[in-house]
C-alpha cells in the first residue's frame, strides 16, 4: 500500500487558498451591501461565519484528509484502492478489466507536477488523486502491460 | 520507466487546422452562459465612463472582442491537442487549463468510427471516434477532422482491417450514383437499396411521433403569442379560408415531410460489410458515417418488427454493445 504523493497536501492547501479568497470576496461585497443599502446585519454576519469555517477546513483540515485517506497499489494483475475518512472504501480493479486510463492536470496541480489518474472499467471510472507526474506514467505503463494479458475478455 | 524517456520529446501530431471550426463549436457551447454577461457589460460601460456612450458602437466592440476571444481560444485548444499512438496505444493530450491525458490500447477499442461532416468534405478530412467499453456514452475519443490517409493509418495501427479502408471523398461521390443499384448480398455484404430506404423512411413511425408532439407543442406556444399581437388578426382572416382543420393537416403533412428527409439523409446507403472479426456499418447522405465493431464486443443484438415493418417483410436490427451507442438497421 503506497500513499499519495505529499505534495498533494501542498496542492490541496494552494486550492484552498483560492477558495478562501472566494469567500473572502463574497463576505466583502456583502459587508459593502449592508453599510450601502442598510441590510440586516445577519446576512453579513452568518456569511462570514460560514466563511470562516470553510476557511479553516480548507487550510488545515481538508489537505491532511486528503492524503491520509488515501491509499493505493498498483499489483501485477489488479489495481487496490483504499480510500475515506469516515467510511473506509476498499476496492480491487482487476487490471483486465480496465479500459482505457485518463490523466488530469489542473492548473494548481500542474504547478506542483501531479496529476490525477482516472480507470474506467465497463461499469463506471475509479480515480487516485494527485500521483506526481513520474508515478502517473509509471502506473499507466504497468496497467497498459496488465491489459494486455487477456485480451479476450472485456 | 524503459520507455518514458523518450515520449516527451517525441511530441503528437496536430490535428488539421480545420478542426479549429470543431474546437469552435465546442468552446462556444462551453461558453454560452457567460452570454448574459454581454449586456452586463454594456451597463457597466456605461456606469464607468459616467457619461452616455454610443450604445451601437459599444454593442459592435464587445461583440467583436468575444469573437476574438472564441478564435483564440479555439486556436488554443487546437495547438494543445496532440495524439500519437505508439506500441498499440493511442494517447491523446488536450486541454486548455486543465491538461487532460489519454491512454487507449486498442485491445480496449470497442469501436472506431469515421464520420465526414459537410465542412470536412470540402477539405478532404475525416472524424474519427474511438469508443472503449468503459466510461459514458459518449465517444472516449474524438479526432475531429484529420486526412483520410491519416485514419487509415491510425486504424491500422490500432489493429483494425484497413484494406476496407476510409470513404474517401472521391469514393463518397462515386457511391451516390452506384447505391441506386439494386443491393447486392455477395461476401458479407450487404446493401441497402434506395427503394429499401425509403420504405424505411416511411415506416419510421417513433421518430414522427415524436416529432408530432414536439411540433404540436410548439404550434400550441407559437399560436398563443400570435393572438395577442395584432398581426395575427391579418393574418387569420386570409387563412380562415383554410380553416383549422386545413391548417392542422398542412402542418402534419409538413412535419412529416421534414422527419422523412430528416431520416432518409441519415440512413441514405446504407452497407453493412462483415470482414472477419469486425462489422463495418456505412450510412449517411450529407454526413457520411462508418462505424467498424469489433464482433467480441457486441453484447446483445436485438431485433423488432413492428406493425409497419410487417407489412414491408423488413425488421430493425440493434446491436448493444457495452458502454457505447447503438446501431439501428432495418432489412
Known amino acids: 500500500m503506497k500513499r499519495i504523493d505529499p505534495r498533494a497536501i501542498h496542492c490541496r492547501r494552494t486550492e484552498g487558498w483560492v477558495s478562501s479568497v472566494g469567500c473572502l470576496i463574497v463576505v466583502v461585497v456583502l459587508g459593502w451591501l449592508t453599510v450601502r443599502y442598510d441590510w440586516p446585519l445577519w446576512i453579513a454576519a452568518l456569511t462570514a461565519v460560514i466563511s470562516a469555517v470553510i476557511v479553516v477546513l480548507e487550510l488545515a483540515v481538508f489537505p491532511r484528509v486528503l492524503y491520509r485517506s488515501w491509499q493505493y497499489a498498483i499489483l501485477e494483475k489488479e489495481v487496490e484502492l483504499h480510500h475515506g475518512f469516515w467510511v473506509r472504501k476498499r476496492t480491487l480493479i482487476p487490471m483486465s478489466r480496465i479500459q482505457h486510463v485518463n490523466a488530469k492536470q489542473g492548473p494548481i496541480e500542474k504547478g506542483y507536477g501531479l496529476s490525477t489518474v482516472t480507470f474506467a472499467t465497463a461499469a463506471g471510472s475509479h480515480h487516485i488523486p494527485a500521483l506526481s507526474e513520474e508515478e502517473a506514467e509509471r502506473v499507466r505503463r504497468q496497467i497498459a502491460e496488465g491489459a494486455n494479458i487477456n485480451n479476450e475478455e472485456i | ?331
Open chain 2, 1 to 331: 520507466m524503459r520507455r518514458s524517456k523518450h515520449s516527451p520529446i517525441e511530441t503528437g501530431r496536430r490535428l488539421h487546422p480545420v478542426s479549429m471550426l470543431y474546437f469552435l463549436a465546442h468552446s462556444g457551447k462551453e461558453l454560452a452562459g457567460l452570454l448574459p454577461l454581454i449586456p452586463v457589460c454594456i451597463l457597466l460601460t456605461n456606469d464607468l465612463f459616467g457619461k452616455e456612450v454610443n450604445r451601437f458602437f459599444l454593442t459592435a466592440a464587445i461583440v467583436i472582442a468575444a469573437m476574438i476571444l472564441l478564435i483564440g481560444l479555439a486556436w488554443l485548444r487546437w495547438r494543445r491537442f496532440l495524439y500519437r499512438v505508439e506500441q498499440g496505444v493511442l494517447y491523446i493530450e488536450h486541454g486548455l487549463w486543465v491538461r487532460r491525458k489519454l491512454w487507449i490500447s486498442k485491445e480496449r477499442i470497442s469501436s472506431l468510427d469515421t464520420s465526414i461532416s459537410i465542412y470536412d468534405r470540402i477539405f478532404g478530412l475525416v472524424r474519427l471516434k474511438v469508443e472503449t467499453a468503459g466510461g459514458n456514452d459518449e465517444p472516449e475519443a474524438v479526432l475531429s477532422s484529420i486526412t483520410a490517409a491519416e485514419a487509415v493509418r491510425i486504424q491500422a495501427m490500432l489493429g483494425l482491417p484497413n484494406d476496407a479502408g476510409i470513404p474517401s471523398v472521391n469514393e463518397s461521390r462515386q457511391s451516390l450514383a452506384t447505391h441506386s443499384e439494386a443491393n447486392a448480398l455477395s461476401h458479407g455484404e450487404w446493401r441497402m437499396s434506395l427503394g429499401h430506404t425509403l420504405i424505411m423512411t416511411m415506416v419510421q413511425g417513433k421518430l414522427l411521433v415524436i416529432w408530432l408532439v414536439l411540433a404540436g407543442g410548439g404550434l400550441k406556444l407559437w399560436d398563443q403569442w400570435l393572438r395577442g399581437t395584432s398581426a395575427w388578426a391579418y393574418i387569420y382572416d386570409r387563412l380562415m379560408l383554410a380553416s383549422i382543420p386545413g391548417m392542422i393537416a398542412i402542418y402534419v403533412i409538413l412535419t412529416w415531410m421534414i422527419a422523412l428527409i430528416a431520416t432518409f439523409f441519415l440512413e441514405y446507403g446504407f452497407r453493412l460489410k462483415v470482414h472477419g472479426d469486425s462489422i463495418t456499418i456505412e450510412r449517411g447522405f450529407l454526413e457520411k458515417k462508418r462505424k467498424v465493431i469489433k464482433t467480441n464486443r457486441i453484447q446483445a443484438v436485438r431485433v423488432t418488427e413492428n406493425v409497419l415493418h410487417r407489412l414491408f417483410g423488413m425488421a430493425s436490427v440493434r446491436i448493444v454493445m457495452s458502454g457505447s451507442s447503438e446501431e439501428d438497421k432495418k432489412r
